[in-house]
């Protein structure tokens, strides 16, 4: 069954960088038409995309953030990890890693989610 | 960006109630949109993918729909477990999906 567990830091200063890892079992990062995503909300607010990297070797960010996110994937131990540098108050959320299921013809959906991990951004 | 609206942002329902949401999109996106629901305090799930089809698992009492580029979820018989907050989202853009601003259905 698959599981998706992310985990890093729960606490980040101001201006410094949010570091966080999606461990996959049950399923493998490389698996066709399958791609990996990392998405975030803040608390009582609504879901916001990070990026992905996309089944075709391509890795998209949202735009908003692209200049602070690195997304980065480590095959041989079938993880992925997301960088964003530069937080503030407004970066605290619950960060989420999820599976899309691209091989649907290219609509894409988030398919399967990890429970989340709040990331507080505070001094 | 393509923006997605949803309305109501907030509905108040019974239990065997038929609810329905509604969700705009910015310019044309095709059949291109998700639903998804999010319990209090879970991750969310997938309901509907391109627009109606249902996804694996999902009871039948949810459907979608499309009218150009207005999209409707349907709970045809709300049940316990379906008050929670809705979401669209787009992938149209596949570089730069979006989701609506969500629908949260509580207990009348």
């Known amino acids: 069954q698959l599981q998706l567990q992310e985990s890093g830091s729960r606490l980040v200063k101001p201006s410094q960088t949010l570091s966080l890892t999606c461990a996959v079992s049950?399923?493998?990062?490389?698996?066709?038409?399958?791609?990996w995503s990392w998405l975030r909300q803040p608390p009582g607010k609504g879901l916001e995309w990070i990026g992905y990297?996309?089944?075709?070797?391509?890795?998209y960010y949202n735009s908003s953030l692209k200049s602070r996110v690195t997304l980065s994937v480590d095959r041989s131990k079938n993880q992925f990890s997301l960088k964003l540098n530069s937080v503030t108050a407004a970066d605290t959320a619950v960060y989420y890693c999820?599976?899309?299921?691209?091989?649907?013809?290219?609509?894409?959906?988030?398919?399967?989610w990890g429970q989340g991990i709040l990331v507080t951004v505070s001094s | 960006d393509i923006e997605m609206t949803q309305s109501p942002s907030f509905l108040a329902a019974s239990v065997g109630d038929r609810v329905t949401i509604t969700c705009r999109a910015s310019?044309?996106?095709?059949?291109?949109l998700n639903w998804y629901r999010q319990r209090p305090g879970r991750a969310p799930e997938v309901l509907i993918y391109?627009?109606?089809n249902l996804q694996n698992g999902v009871p039948g009492r949810f459907s979608g729909s499309r009218s150009e580029a207005e999209f409707t979820l349907t709970i045809s018989s709300l049940q316990p477990e379906d008050f929670a907050t809705y979401y669209c989202?787009?992938?149209?853009?596949?570089?730069?999906?979006?989701f609506g601003g969500g629908t949260k259905v509580e207990i009348k």
């Open positions: 999820a599976r899309v299921f691209s091989g649907a013809g290219g609509y894409d959906p988030f398919d399967s």
């Open positions: 049950g399923d493998s990062i490389s698996r066709d038409n399958y791609s």
């Open positions: 990297f996309y089944h075709t070797g391509t890795t």
């Open positions: 310019q044309s996106i095709a059949n291109y």
């Open positions: 391109a627009a109606s």
């Open positions: 989202h787009q992938t149209y853009s596949t570089a730069q999906p979006t």
